[in-house]
């Protein structure tokens, strides 16, 4: 797992680690919630944990375009970029 981003790597806001709280700041639409699966469904200001921060995938580097796994809930995961989320305490 990675725990501190490397900021010119990835654009990433340097204190953002996996086990943070963040907030979405951002609206953003998504469709595959699990309570409203194939809709248009809003996440703007949902909380949840920095559960992964893709640097590598397979042993190589990576620059992905959403580098920051939330999870929401036990059964909700979603990427997002780190313009769209903050860290809260």
């Known amino acids: 797992m990675t725990t501190v981003v490397d900021n010119q790597k990835l ?3 340097s204190d953002m680690k996996v086990g943070d709280r963040v907030r ?3 609206s ?3 469709y595959h919630h699990p ?3 194939g809709e248009a469904f809003d996440i703007k200001d949902l909380e949840g944990e920095v559960f992964n921060i893709a640097t590598e995938w397979q ?3 990576v620059s992905a375009n959403l580098p920051i796994q939330v ?4 059964r909700f995961k979603a990427h997002l970029r780190t313009t769209e989320i903050e ?3």
């Open 87 to 89: 860290q809260i305490s």
């Open 35 to 37: 309570e409203h699966r």
């Open 24 to 26: 979405v700041v951002k």
């Open 11 to 13: 654009d990433v806001n």
């Open 59 to 61: 042993g190589r580097p």
């Open 71 to 74: 999870k929401f809930s036990k």
């Open 28 to 30: 953003v639409i998504i």
